[in-house]
């Protein structure tokens, strides 16, 4: 029982692996994740006040142009004056494996590139390795370990240059709850029949109490339309929903 294991990149390069299924791939495909049907090559995102506001009172927040296979190869992101504040650019191998992403800051009077890589992927094509850079300098590493059956049972993130966390994973349940446990914290998937995330929560071991806490909904044709986030079990801190019109195409998406 093969599962996937995304890789996210935040800000300064800081790792996270989660446990998500359907594909080991770096998780770029913006068109997979909010349901976008055809061969789109690019998307604009924009601020409204109001639903069909006229394009000269929107504002642009984002664009993303993508490869016919749906993989995002370049993304760019502005601030409520337009400026241009961020810029990536993604490269894939001939097999359509991500292999490098440069991200570029920008700032008043200067701007930051950074670079984040795939080192190698094993036969099963799970990534094994993974580097970060700032400048030319290697500020991260990670290295996983998968089992026979492509199941990821421990992966080792090097936060340059001298501490480093080791996560192990446990399987429970056939498989529908996992376990991530470094000597900080613990992180819980669980999932239902289908295979779709459906909660995860992280526990502090020092504070012995849980730091966050997501709950995930989805409709009859599996589209996902309700995530929730709930702090310490209590406070709903927000959720957000979307919808979907008879042929799967989102048409909403709101934050609350």
Known sequence: MKRAYLISLFLVFTFTLSAQKGGNRIDDNYLKKNNTKGKVKKVSEYRCSKPNESKTNRRLLSSHIFSMSGDILEQEFFND?????????YNYDTKGNFVSRYTYWFYVDFKMCFKDSVLSYDNRGNV???????????????????????????????????????????????????????????HTSLYDNKSRLIEYSVFDLSAKEITSHYKYLYDKKGNLIEEKNLMNLKNIERWQYSNYDKNGKLVKTGIH
């Open 81 to 89: 004056s337009g400026g241009n504040t961020r810029k990536e650019i």
């Open 128 to 186: 094994t390795a993974y580097v970060a850079y700032e400048g030319d300098s290697i500020t991260n590493k990670i290295t996983m370990e998968f089992d026979n059956l492509g199941n990821i049972i421990e992966h080792v993130n090097y936060e340059l240059p001298k501490d480093t966390i080791r996560y192990k994973y446990t399987y429970l349940n056939k498989g529908k709850t996992i376990l991530c446990q470094s000597f900080r914290m613990k």
